[in-house]
């Protein structure tokens, strides 16, 4: 899991601190992470307003022009997953943020063994509202976290599911379109990737980071760069 993290604060000493205890947590619990720093809540929002894939957000409250909370409201309108932490001063602001249903409030200067529990909780919340398919599989359902999918193949009536432990279903490969999110391209008529595997694409193949490849069909080069392009 790749977890995509803000920090929005606008004291510089302050995001230094916590850009390096998220360092430390990443290292610790071994989920990698990518993290955006930004001095104002409008800052941040210029930015989400074309990337909204970020899962936590660490949000100062006293800022300058929106602050905190302010900016939480306007995330919350759009986003019921996302985990709002807050970074606060003052014990006084906690009333404020239960219309956003924050996760945890932490006070400054932040303590390193309350921050690394706060992202441990914010990761769990995220994995138990995790998108996944749910197979049927000899009467069984089995869940498969859309995270953990390499690419979907068709072969005649059915559909493998590449992933830790491939599964095969009789399925028609469109019938997976609305189960899926923006980070899977469709490539042909057999195929669908998930872009967060792709290691390199030349105009014939995929190379997938799992060692695997696909064959491109003509016409799809274009097509699935400018795919990775616009997700990533």
């Known amino acids: 899991m790749i977890c995509k993290i803000a920090v929005c604060d606008d004291s510089a000493a302050d995001t230094e601190l916590l850009l390096h205890l998220i360092a430390e947590w990443s290292e610790k619990t071994g989920i990698s992470v990518q993290i955006e720093s930004f001095s104002s809540a409008e800052g941040f929002l210029f930015r989400y307003a074309e990337d909204k894939s970020f899962g936590i957000l660490l949000l100062d409250i006293e800022m300058g022009g929106i602050n905190g909370v302010e900016l939480a409201k ?48 914010a990761v769990e919340k995220l994995r138990e509202g995790e ?10 359902s089995m869940r498969i976290p859309i995270r953990e999918i390499s690419y979907l193949e068709s072969r005649k009536n059915y559909v493998t599911v ?40 030349t105009k014939s193949t995929i190379f997938l ?19 990775i392009i616009r997700y990533f």
């Open 131 to 140: 998108r996944a398919l749910f197979l049927e599989i000899q009467g069984e």
């Open 74 to 121: 306007q995330v919350r309108a759009e986003n019921r997953e996302v985990q709002i932490i807050f970074i606060t001063g003052y014990i006084d602001y906690i009333a404020d943020g239960y219309d956003v249903e924050a996760l945890n409030y932490l006070m400054k200067p932040v303590s390193r063994e309350k921050l690394f529990t706060a992202l441990s909780r």
């Open 209 to 227: 980071k799992t060692g695997e490849d696909i064959p491109l069909p003509r016409g799809m080069y274009k097509p699935l760069n400018r795919a």
């Open 162 to 201: 590449h992933c830790r432990a491939p599964v095969t279903v009789k399925r028609s490969l469109s019938s997976f379109g609305d189960e899926l999110d923006d980070s899977f391209f469709r490539a042909g008529r057999s195929y669908i990737v998930n872009l967060h595997f792709i290691r390199r694409v």
